[in-house]
């Protein structure tokens, strides 16, 4: 059973940059499948980045092109999100998912806070 543990987060002034690890453990296999998502208070989360780590396939959602970039490092089994430009919109709790042949899990979250 994969397990994955996000971390990272913190508090940044608007225009800063952060970077957001996931670690994968437990997996056995290699990862097939990573997503970032996040959730802002009172709304639903959203999906912000995905990546085949095999292929190096990459998706964003729109409000993150040119800003956000996710990338991996298959020895480790780890995936980072990569957060420049960062606006006050861009405060939410951050979500890592992983997924190997067998089974998926989420993190636990982690916090990321942009100041105005």
């Known amino acids: 059973q994969v397990q994955v543990v996000e971390s990272g987060g913190g508090l940044v002034q608007s225009g800063g940059s952060l970077r957001l690890s996931c670690a994968a453990s437990g997996s056995g296999t290699s990862m097939n499948f990573w997503a970032w998502h996040r959730q802002a208070p009172g709304k639903q989360r959203e999906l912000v980045a995905t990546m085949i780590p095999s292929t190096g396939v990459t998706y964003y959602e729109d409000f993150v092109k040119g800003r956000f970039t996710i990338s991996r490092d298959n020895a480790k089994n780890t995936v980072y999100l990569e957060m420049n430009s960062l606006q006050p919109e861009d405060t939410a709790v951050y979500y890592c998912?992983?997924?190997?042949?067998?089974?998926?899990?989420w993190g636990q979250g982690t916090q990321v806070t942009v100041s105005s």
């Open positions: 998912y992983g997924e190997t042949r067998g089974s998926g899990a």
